[in-house]
């Protein structure tokens, strides 16, 4: 987030604003001047109430949405073949992220062709890889997404949103419909992957914990406005705005303490 | 027939529709037998459904003639199993007609959302008003009297029924997120509606293009019926019916009893399975 590190953002967003039309002819501003930016490598969290803007501003990012105002700049080269911008996105409901008519096998064999991967031999090798990154196995590529439990669907989904080397990958509450096991499972496997790879996180959260946790910094937006930005501890433990205390006072477990996962 | 059947209303489908399991299997029993009898009827029927005979006319129920003979000497039952085959393929193009287009109208209108979705959402309601029967009338007596006349107008007319089925559950895949992550790996518009939003909402598709069936069926039976469908002397239900109008007055009821019988019983049979299908894919009404 410094000025001397701005060479080598993944993502930089300056004055993003973004103004839903009602058909009544009503107009609502859901995102007000937001700027911020994401290092190659790093999890930027976005945190706030829900109705605060963070997934607007996620979809924006991802290109499924078109900003009102400001600029989207992605500093993320293409790999070899693929047709996509170098965003990707798990999304929160992990029970509409897959096709249920598709099994998961032929799901990521379809995505790596589409990549640019032509032989079947080089694709089948590279589906068990990728389910064995998630923590799945072969067994599971046969399967449908109705025989799967919802954090083995939400790990099947970020093994296709990484089938297609994003340098940004967007998760969208990816983890707060999941059971708190399968959570920290999830996170693990996303620390593990950072890893491992230089993939870049934009993580939209209301979980305070879990931001903490899994984040390198973050931004608070309220209403549509960006309130606070910065490191997530600094954030977290000596919030500047009444806002961001607010968030932190209303999380529901008073006197619990998360550590910070030492990677 | 027609007419009164398009207006039998929700609440018969959800009779139908809370019937259960017995009913599934006895509906779909049912039209696969009628639609078995459509395509073998012409070739188990004992007798060759037009040959006359003047001197067996008008018979009652015998040993030699199952269900009599009619006022040329036809044999009923023949003209029955022969004629399946046309009063099942007009409603088979029909339903196969507004099934294509009006899958693709609503897949199309679905995704491209916005003022597309709701000029066409307008087109249909306009297109909702039109009786059909109306339109076959018209289309027969503009294109001529025949097999396609009615079928193709039909076809249109029955269009937006299966379009907003169609459409309203298009619009919830949609915005699902495998459709939306699909986009974002970079999948073009078409082979997303082809490959993934199509296959997901097939089971809507089949349930209403079962019930699509059975009021196609009753509605190209009565064009027949009235002369501007399929032409005596070919058999075919709703000529049937027709052509049993002056028997019955001399009472001699079978021909039309017989083919009106057909006509209901397979209209029934397809909307008590359209309705069953309606409800185990998950589709609204």
Request: hydrophobic share 45%; net charge positive; aromatic share 6%.
């Amino acid at each position: 987030m410094t000025a001397d590190t701005r060479s080598d953002l993944v993502l930089d967003v300056k004055g993003l604003s973004k103004i839903f039309h009602s058909r009544t002819g009503g107009a609502r501003e859901a995102l007000r001047d937001v700027s911020f930016s994401v290092e190659r490598g790093s999890c930027l969290a976005v945190v706030g109430e829900s109705g605060s803007g963070k997934t607007t501003a996620a979809r924006i990012v991802a290109g499924l949405e078109t900003a009102s105002g400001g600029t989207v700049e992605l500093n993320a080269p293409r790999p070899a073949g693929a047709r996509h911008r170098g965003v990707q996105m798990v999304f929160q409901d992990p029970y509409g992220s897959l096709d249920p008519r598709q099994a998961i096998g032929s799901g990521l064999h379809e995505l790596l062709k589409l990549h640019g991967m032509r032989r079947k031999a080089d694709r089948t090798s590279r589906v068990t890889e990728l389910l064995e990154s998630v923590g799945l196995d072969e067994r599971h590529a046969g399967q449908h997404p109705e025989s799967l439990s919802g954090g083995q669907r939400q790990r099947v989904a970020i093994a296709r949103a990484l089938a297609l080397e994003p340098a940004l990958l967007i998760l969208d509450e990816a983890v707060s419909a999941l059971d708190v096991s399968v959570q920290a499972q999830v996170l693990n496997l996303l620390a593990d992957i950072r890893e491992q790879t230089a993939i870049s996180y934009l993580f939209v959260s209301h979980d305070l914990g879990v931001v903490r946790q899994v984040s390198d910094t973050c931004i608070v937006l309220q209403d549509g406005r960006l309130v606070e930005a910065g490191r997530t501890a600094d954030i977290l433990d000596s919030p500047q705005q009444p806002y961001t205390q607010a968030l932190i006072d209303a999380v529901p477990r008073p006197g619990w303490r998360p550590r910070r996962r030492t990677a | 027939m027609a007419v009164t059947w398009a207006a039998a209303g929700i609440a018969t489908r959800r009779r139908f529709a809370a019937m259960g399991r017995p009913a599934l299997i006895a509906s779909a029993a049912a039209a696969g037998a009628l639609a078995l009898v459509a395509v073998i009827g012409p070739w188990i029927a004992p007798y060759d459904p037009n040959a006359t005979d003047v001197l067996a006319a008008g018979q009652d129920p015998s040993a030699q003639h199952l269900l009599g003979t009619d006022s040329l000497g036809r044999d009923i039952l023949s003209r029955a199993l022969a004629g399946a085959r046309l009063s099942f393929a007009g409603p088979a193009m029909i339903v196969l007609i507004s099934t294509v287009l009006g899958t693709a109208l609503a897949i199309f209108s679905a995704w491209h959302g916005g003022w597309i979705d709701r000029m066409a959402n307008r087109l249909l309601n306009v297109m909702f008003a039109v009786p059909g029967v109306l339109v076959a009338v018209l289309s027969s007596a503009v294109f001529g009297a025949g097999f396609w006349a009615p079928v193709l107008a039909l076809g249109v007319v029955y269009t937006p029924y299966m379009a907003r089925v169609v459409r309203s559950m298009a619009i919830r895949e949609r915005h699902q997120g495998y459709v939306e992550s699909l986009q974002l790996a970079g999948m073009s518009s078409w082979r997303i509606g082809v490959r993934h939003l199509a296959p997901n909402v097939m089971p809507i598709v089949v349930a209403q293009a079962t019930y699509g069936f059975g009021s196609a069926l009753a509605d190209f039976a009565a064009v027949s019926f009235i002369g501007l469908g399929i032409q005596p002397p070919q058999a075919e239900w709703g000529v049937m019916v027709s052509d049993g109008r002056s028997e019955l007055l001399d009472g001699a009821p079978q021909q039309t009893l017989v083919a009106g019988t057909l006509i209901v019983v397979t209209v029934i049979a397809f909307n008590i399975l359209g309705a069953q299908l309606s409800t185990r894919s998950g589709g609204r009404r």
